[in-house]
Every structure is written in C-alpha cells, then in structure tokens.
C-alpha cells in the first residue's frame, strides 16, 4: 500500500501571517559571496537541530510567479504540518542557477528542491553533484533523472500511456497523433507508439507541427486525409487543442475520440469547446488540490499555479524521510525509492531506482461542458 505519509494532515485554513511564513519558514537566502570565494558572514549559521533543505526556484524573471507560487506552497507545508526539524531555504535561479546552487551547498543544505526548468539541472548538479547532495527537481523532463536526480514533474508520457491504455480497453486499438515540434513532442510520440503497440494496437498516422495556427491546422488537414484510425492523440494545451478538435472531428457525435494530455487539467477551453465533448485525458486527481487552493488564496490573496503542489509535496516527502536522518548528514536517497510510495496533494507517488516519478492518474472525459471521471486513479501501485 501508499505510505508512509499517514501523519498528513488537513491544510490550515487558517495560518501563521505572510511575514512570519516568508521570513522564517522560508526565507530568502542572504546575497553570497561570489561564485568560487569561500563562506562568509552571509553564509546561514550551523543548524543543529533542524534539516537543511534548498529551494531552487526562479522567484525573478520571466518565471517568477511560478517559482514563488512553488516556494508559497512549500510554506504552507510547513506551517500546515507544525513542523519544527526543517529549515528551508529560498534561492533565486533566474539568472545564475549555478550560483544559487553554489550558495545552497555552502549554506549546509544537505537537500535540493529543485530547480524548475530541466535545462538548469546539468548548472546545479556540476556543484551539487560533487557535494553529495541530490536533487528532487520539478521538471518533467524524465531523460534528465540519475539515481541522484529525482524528477518530480507531471511526465506526458505516463499520461498518454494512461489515457491510451485506457481507451484500448474501451476497444479503440488504432490510433493518431498530432504533436508539436520539440523534446515534449518526441516524448508524446513515443509513449504513443509504445503504449498501442503493448496493448495490442497501431499507430496509423503522426503529424508533427510548429506551435501556430496555421501549422497545426495543415498538420490536422494531412491527419484527416489519412483516416484509418479511430482514436487520435492532441498532445498539447487547450488552447492548441480547442483549434485542432474542429477540424478534427466537425460532428461531435462522430469519430474519432480525440485524446489528449495532462496539460489539458484545470483548462476552460476544453471544456467550452464543442469539439472536445465525449474527449479522454488523463492527469492526477484534483480533489485535494481544491482544499489546497482555498487555503493558498486565504494566505496569499492569490490563485496558485496548479504546479505549486509540487512544493508542497517536496517539503511532505522531506519531512517523511527525515524521520530517519540526521541533521547534517548525507540525505538517505534510498528511502525515496520505497516500493509503498508515498502519499501527497497529487496523490500517490513513489520514485524508481533512476529517479523517475511513477504517479497514479486518472482519466476524465469532457462532457456537457465539464470534466468527469470515467476512471479513478489506483489507490495503490501494483508492484
């Protein structure tokens, strides 16, 4: 079974102030010496009593509201959950991730959230790496995963895998797929390909296109000239999808089933979109996520972007682990491989051996305008 996070708790609605959460639960990181110089007066105090965890987020630039909506939640965590053996700590990636890694690691944190985006990874292991300190990132690029990295992102590919397993059980076994040009379309396309061929299906047709309107709409042209399929795969956002689906299918009572991805969760234009009704997409539960919402809003006056869980199911994750570490010590990455998983706002999660996230999904369909759930996602892993 999931466990072992059966300590979690319900969120707080009602917390500790903003400047309390922001100047001691989470803080900014004071300005370091520059890259290379050894600690100074700046560097964070030994902490004997509490676990020194990184936070590696772009809290500036073009990301920002991302990035603090991550280092919000991981707050919250934290203050939800009382806890009093934790220290983490806020570092700005947006314009040298490489130094705030620098930072994080003379600071003593044994631990790194982080960071957001796959392409600042390599910048953070080169120092991290050396140290021995792992990283729980939040990308969900899963080619950058080690048995020291640990990616923590929504993989594309276990949603299509998801959602097209699903409908080969529904008896659709052919298949099409429009995808965008890029590292998120390669993987789309090949967790399609591997997904109807292990159940027993094919892929009749791809389109690859570039993100704008007038590719994808030639791109939906050729796929529909092709026919042969009775299943086929958007694998973008609602916005790209909500323009393909009328091409794809102009009667909503015909086929194909259009099919699409977890980045379609929390999307309105999906569900507004004629087109899409009778659509099957697959994405982790989103019933904790409105307790969590309400929560966040009360706190921060603010929505949080539907990636904020990520933070706070790291922060969930360090505290389970932390049981059985010593502050100042070198993390024990081999309690995040634990078989049982472990228990979140996302639901149920666990880690491979290379680093990979295994999450359980579910599997809506559009329908009259809203979204329902025609499968509910596992309560346990099979193995």
């Known amino acids: 079974m999931f466990g072992d996070f059966r300590g979690w708790r319900k969120l707080a609605v009602a917390g500790a102030s903003l400047a309390l959460a922001a100047c001691t639960v989470v803080p900014k990181a004071p300005p370091g010496p520059p890259p290379g110089t050894g600690p100074s007066r700046d560097v964070l105090p030994t902490d004997t009593e509490r676990h020194r965890v990184a936070l590696l987020v772009p809290t500036s630039g073009s990301n920002a509201q991302v990035g603090q909506s991550i280092a919000n939640a991981a707050t919250m965590a934290l203050l939800d959950t009382k806890a009093n053996n934790l220290r983490v700590t806020t570092y700005d990636t947006a314009t040298n991730p490489s130094e705030a890694a620098q930072r994080a690691v003379r600071d003593g944190n044994r631990l790194i959230l982080g960071p957001l985006l796959s392409s600042d990874i390599a910048l953070v ?10 990283l729980i990132s939040f990308s969900n690029d899963e080619t950058v995963a080690t048995r020291n990295i640990f990616v923590m992102g929504h993989l594309p590919s276990q949603s299509i895998e998801r ?9 659709i076994k052919t298949f099409a797929a ?27 047709a791809m389109e690859a296109y570039d993100r704008s309107n007038a590719s994808l709409a030639a791109a939906a042209r050729r796929i529909v000239e092709r026919g042969g399929y009775s299943g086929i795969l958007v694998a973008d956002g609602g916005r790209m999808a909500s323009q393909a689906a ?49 929560s966040y809003r009360k706190r921060f006056g603010t929505t949080p972007y539907r990636l904020a869980t990520l933070g706070f199911d790291a922060v969930l994750l360090s505290l389970r682990v932390a049981r059985d570490w010593k502050p100042g010590a070198v993390f024990p990455i081999k309690q995040l491989t634990d078989k049982g998983g472990f228990l979140g706002l996302d ?18 369909e559009i329908r009259g305008g809203t979204v329902v759930t025609v499968s509910p996602a596992p309560t346990r892993f099979e193995d």
Request: proline share 7%; net charge positive.
């Open 125 to 134: 292991r080169a120092v991290a790496g050396p140290a021995k300190v792992p």
């Open 163 to 171: 959602v097209v397993s699903y409908a080969s059980g529904q008896g």
């Open 178 to 204: 429009l995808v965008p040009r890029g590292e998120y379309g390669q993987r789309a396309s090949d967790a399609l390909m591997t997904t109807a061929r292990r159940s027993g299906g094919s892929v009749q």
């Open 246 to 294: 009328p091409l794809l299918k102009p009667e909503v009572s015909s086929t194909p089933r259009i099919i699409g991805t977890e980045l379609w969760s929390g999307e309105k234009l999906v569900t507004s979109t004629k087109s899409l009704e009778g659509a099957w997409f697959a994405a982790v539960s989103d019933k904790r996520f409105v307790q969590f919402s309400a």
């Open 347 to 364: 639901g149920p999660f666990r880690f491979s051996p290379n680093g990979v996230i295994e999450r359980a999904l579910e599997v809506r």
